[in-house]
């Protein structure tokens, strides 16, 4: 049984062979804009996916941050332990 791609995979697929065609020089200049707008859309669709994947990690790091007590900059933390001893 073949997995099915799922819709970033086909959007980078699509790129990829799109950046292909346009690198050989050879794609017709009529063909060009089509090539154009169809890798814009799948751009788009990468895009996407990605700014969501770092939505859901952003959300997961704060919570771990939160719940951990530190602060963003662990050496911030360390400095102010230093100034403590002084």
């Known amino acids: 049984m073949t997995a099915m791609k799922g819709p970033y995979r086909e959007a980078y697929a699509t790129?990829?062979?799109?950046?292909a065609e346009l690198e050989t020089g050879e794609a017709d200049l009529d063909r060009v804009l089509?090539?154009?707008?169809?890798?814009?859309?799948?751009y788009a669709v990468c895009r996407d996916r990605i700014e969501a994947v770092r939505a859901v990690l952003a959300?997961?790091?704060a919570e771990v941050r939160d719940h951990s007590g530190s602060a963003e900059d662990p050496e911030a933390d360390e400095d102010e332990a230093d100034d403590d001893l002084y």
Not at 15 to 19: D, G, K, N, Y
């Open 59 to 61: 959300g997961e790091w």
């Open 34 to 42: 089509p090539l154009l707008e169809e890798a814009r859309e799948a």
């Open 15 to 19: 790129l990829s062979r799109i950046a």
